[in-house]
């Protein structure tokens, strides 16, 4: 995919539905009594690996434009779950079936197959779950077992973690209690509420009973995750107007970076939708500050920091991501595929175990990006050659469709106006 530098970019985006939250309205109604209607549902490649998962456990689902009919069913039945890349769809569902009395074995492509699945059956062993993973990686077996409650300290923040223990402690005896290091997203706690669950939030700790769920509507926000392209854009080009982006405060420390690297922008039309926080974030053109991470605020930008990383090489000055560690087991070691992408278009990155050394020289080249399959390197990459010298090329680029099946055309089509 060729993409070609822009002096200035400017304009305002509808921005595809969150993927966290589309993937917990669809598989948590499906596993819940009744029926539900889930719109501005994200449609990409990983949430249809989710609703073809929840079909082969046995629920109805209807697809038409971005809305989803779903009827739950009340018990799961035997199943081959293929996952596809998503690391959400496995490892939630990990946890769903391992207190439902049934056999499922749940695989994986090649990049899934290669992240590490026992952080979460570990933790579900606690609980008596009979989960077997293949070298600590999927395919993953999971068979019928009682569960009981047990108080579950999670080594790392990790939603995906978390939320597969939650949903394991709706089918286990007695109380279940995870504890996390630091606060990861919320969103399962907020829809396990809204669906009835017995649970309460006490800071960095989760406390759930067993209990039925009960359908819900959700009206999906837009990604802050795929806003983020965008919102860059208007920090480098001009001005971008991405409209009810979810603002979740376990989602926002991108804007928290804004603040620290001078990116100016603000916060329109602030309302709540079933139950999340949304907003307008219109974002200017700015003089952009070199920035220094730590590990506190990875939970709240950790898919972000690619896109943070070509802000930082377009900032003058040096720029220190430290105890992002977790980057290296996402979709590709994001550690070096990140360094790889600025390095390949006249940045200076220096990977290290835990993040990256960024000099910003103010501008970038142009040249190509290897996305290495991975999504979020791919519109990275695009972002950073949009405002790069002379343009380049995206190499496997069609990975975009996991999370933002049209972030091309708008890329290419601009926004209306704003
Ligand atoms: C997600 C949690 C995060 C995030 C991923 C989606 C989720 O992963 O990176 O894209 O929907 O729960 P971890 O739980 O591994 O941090």
Do not use: W
Request: glycine share 10%; charged share 20%; net charge negative.
């Amino acid at each position: 995919m060729n993409i070609s530098a822009r002096k200035s970019f400017q304009g305002a985006f509808k921005i595809p539905g969150d993927k966290s939250v589309t993937h917990r309205a669809i598989m948590f109604n499906a596993a819940a009594e009744g029926e539900a209607t889930v719109t501005n549902a994200l449609l990409g490649e990983d949430c249809l690996s989710t609703i073809r998962c929840m079909r082969a456990l046995g629920a109805d689902i209807r697809l038409s434009e971005n809305t989803v009919c779903i009827r739950g069913a009340s018990e799961f039945q035997n199943a081959d779950c293929d996952c596809g890349n998503s690391g959400t769809t496995i490892r939630l569902l990990m946890g769903l079936v391992s207190g439902k009395n049934v056999r499922v074995t749940l695989t994986g492509d090649g990049s899934l197959s290669s992240r590490p699945m026992e952080r979460v059956a570990a933790p579900l062993r606690l609980l008596g779950a009979d989960i077997r993973t293949t070298n600590g990686k999927a395919p993953v077996e999971v068979y019928p077992a009682a569960l009981t409650g047990a108080v579950i300290d999670t080594k790392v923040a990790s939603a995906q973690v978390k939320s597969a223990i939650l949903l394991a402690g709706l089918n286990a005896a007695g109380e279940t209690r995870v504890r996390e290091p630091l606060k990861s997203r919320d969103h399962t706690e907020r829809m396990l509420s809204a669906m009835g669950a017995d649970l309460r939030v006490e800071g960095n700790e989760v406390i759930i009973r067993p209990g039925k769920l009960h359908c819900v509507d959700v009206d999906v926000p837009a990604d802050i995750s795929s806003a983020a392209y965008f919102m860059a854009l208007g920090a480098l080009g001009g001005e971008t107007l991405c409209k009810n982006v979810g603002v979740n405060p376990t989602r926002t420390g991108i804007l928290k970076v804004f603040d620290q690297m001078n990116v100016r922008y603000v916060l329109e039309n602030e309302h709540s939708v079933c139950g999340e926080p949304v907003a307008d974030i219109r974002v200017f053109k700015s003089e952009i500050s070199p920035v220094h991470l730590t590990k506190e605020i990875m939970p709240a930008l950790i898919d972000e920091i690619l896109v943070i990383a070509v802000l930082c090489a377009f900032a003058k000055g040096e720029s220190l991501i430290e105890g992002a560690e977790e980057l290296r087991v996402k979709e590709s070691d994001r550690i070096a595929t990140t360094a790889e992408m600025l390095n390949a278009l006249g940045g200076e990155c220096i990977p290290r175990t835990d993040g990256f050394l960024i000099r910003g020289k103010g501008t970038l080249c142009g040249g190509k990006v290897n996305s290495y399959g991975d999504h979020r390197i791919a519109m990275s990459g695009a972002v950073a050659l949009t405002a790069s010298q002379d343009g380049g090329e995206i190499l496997d680029a069609d990975c975009v469709a996991i999370s933002f099946p049209d972030f091309y055309t708008l890329l290419n089509k601009g926004g209306i106006s704003c």
